[in-house]
């Protein structure tokens, strides 16, 4: 598709905060102060997408609060990436049921990843007819418009098209107070990874203009914001689809030239289109924090083919040795799936063999979760749930030791890091982040909190460090 039929023309978003002041002046006549709750799921994509939308609602005259039942409107931001997320909104949705019959008023919205699923909008039309309105990630932009529609009719709308997705500029937007920020800088994703529904739900890889990125990351920089994560599907292929030559290394190096104290960061990266020029550009830029989410799914080479991933298990390698050369303290976090269908044991074990081969910090395993309508949800899958579940406590016995002995290896050492929130833990109020993202929790007073510090380790376990600041 063209570029000009990508993004969405500022007519059309300007055309948005018309039915904002109209849903504004909707409930100011009837002398309300509308509430909403708004619950995100799933990655941090969507956690930026549920940002817009509550910029949207903001900027409709609502406010916010995390009780459903005194909300006039309640919003289910959906992941659809395993099974197991699905059930929750569902559940949730039940729990709704109730609020809705105190309340024949309150609006209820279903929208995110699910919402794009041609079997769930189905099911909510038919069997939940609590829900008001239900749009996909790719019509996030105009849900002013949609929320009017039901405000005017209070008919049902879903708005479940299969459009490819634009590029929406200049949506307003409610962001965590604090010093972490997330930019998305492309939508979609083109890779169809066997045993993904990311693609089915998100549209095709689009990028954002570097100007308006670069604008974005300044502002934030400006206003305070110290720990600012790039996002996308798969980072590593920004650009492709603006054929200007300019690619993710060429958007570090511009970022980087932002002056202020920062670091930025960024995931996910995919190994198929991770180059050393990428590591190149992440040891040259001091803003660029010296760590790496590289999901490599799988150990074994058969299993990886099999998952359309498009790399081998010594590229993964060779890929890891070089960034490591270049970076020598880099902290390296992966993505990982068992039990994908035909996986035998001895495939298995050489995921638990590549795990204690690189020795991650870090490692997000997920049990396989067959999604309907990709392509491994049609594989023969016979291996037993309870034989998947001993491989995965395999792998997380090793991971976790590994990861305790990291963490005991920083006991005695001063580190640097960034104060961004309390911790809720009594004895040690304080969370921070060092540069590798490790969690450091600190003794401390909250005004800290937005500063860099030096921290002396005093302990830790698997999933964190303890410190003081010096
Ligand atoms: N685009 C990112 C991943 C997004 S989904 C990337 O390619 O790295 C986050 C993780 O969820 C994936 O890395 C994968 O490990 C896991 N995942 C995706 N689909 C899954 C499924 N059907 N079952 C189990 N885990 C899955
Ligand atoms: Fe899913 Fe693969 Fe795309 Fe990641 S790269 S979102 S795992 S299809
Ligand atoms: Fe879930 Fe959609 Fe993210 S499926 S993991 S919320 S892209």
Do not use: H, M, T, W
């Given at each position: 598709m063209k570029r000009e039929e990508i993004v969405i023309p500022a007519e059309a978003i300007a055309r948005q905060r018309d039915f904002q002041e109209k849903i504004k002046a909707l409930f100011s006549a009837r002398q309300a102060h509308p509430l909403a709750c708004v619950e995100t799921f799933g990655c941090q994509q969507n956690v930026a997408d549920g940002q817009r939308i509550m910029g949207m609602l903001a900027a409709c005259g609502f406010t916010f609060t995390e009780e459903a039942r005194e909300a006039d409107l309640v919003l289910l931001n959906t992941c659809a990436i395993r099974e197991h997320a699905e059930q929750r909104v569902f559940g949730n949705l039940g729990i709704l049921t109730h609020s809705k019959r105190e309340n024949p008023e309150q609006i209820i919205v279903l929208c995110g990843c699910m919402a794009q699923e041609p079997r769930v909008a189905e099911r909510v039309k038919q069997s939940?007819?609590?829900?008001d309105l239900v749009f996909g990630p790719q019509a996030l932009w105009k849900f002013p418009e949609l929320l009017w529609q039901v405000c005017e009719t209070r008919k049902r709308v879903f708005s479940i098209d299969d459009e490819h997705g634009g590029i929406a500029e200049g949506l307003p937007v409610v962001r965590e107070r604090g010093v972490k920020a997330w930019v998305s800088i492309m939508y979609g994703?083109?890779?169809?990874?066997?045993?993904?529904i990311v693609p089915y739900v998100r549209g095709r890889e689009r990028s954002r203009d570097p100007a308006a990125v670069l604008a974005e990351v300044r502002e934030l920089v400006e206003a305070g914001y110290r720990d600012i994560t790039l996002l996308g599907?798969?980072?590593?292929?920004?650009?492709?689809?603006?054929?200007?030559?300019?690619h993710f290394p060429d958007l570090l190096r511009d970022i980087d030239?932002?002056?202020?104290?920062y670091w930025i960061r960024f995931m996910s990266s995919h190994p198929k289109d991770a180059t050393p020029q990428l590591f190149d550009t992440m040891a040259d830029c001091a803003h660029v924090a010296k760590q790496l989410h590289l999901p490599f799914q799988s150990g074994n080479n058969r299993v990886l083919g099999e998952m359309n991933r498009r790399y081998t298990r010594e590229k993964y390698l060779e890929l890891i040795h070089y960034a490591r050369s270049r970076m020598p303290g880099l902290v390296l976090t992966s993505d990982v799936i068992i039990g994908f269908p035909g996986e035998t044991r001895a495939e298995a074990m050489d995921t638990v063999s590549l795990v204690e081969e690189v020795g991650f910090d870090a490692l997000f395993t997920f049990l396989y979760s067959p999604r309907p309508g990709t392509k491994a949800a049609a594989m023969p899958d016979p291996t037993p749930r309870e034989e998947k579940q001993r491989w995965f406590d395999q792998l997380l016995e090793v991971q976790n030791a590994h990861s305790a002995a990291i963490h005991a290896g920083y006991v005695g050492k001063t580190l640097r890091v960034l104060a961004d929130?309390?911790?809720?833990?009594?004895?040690?109020p304080l969370s921070s982040r060092t540069e590798g993202n490790r969690l450091v929790r600190l003794k401390g007073?909250?005004?800290?909190?937005?500063q860099f510090l030096h921290v002396k380790i005093t302990g830790s376990n698997t999933w964190a460090l303890y410190g003081e600041p010096v």
């Open positions: 939940y007819r609590l829900v994703c083109n890779n169809f990874c066997s045993y993904c599907q798969n980072v590593n292929s920004y650009g492709n689809d603006l054929d200007a030559g300019y030239q932002i002056p202020g104290d929130g309390e911790s809720g833990d009594e004895a040690y007073d909250k005004s800290l909190i937005g």
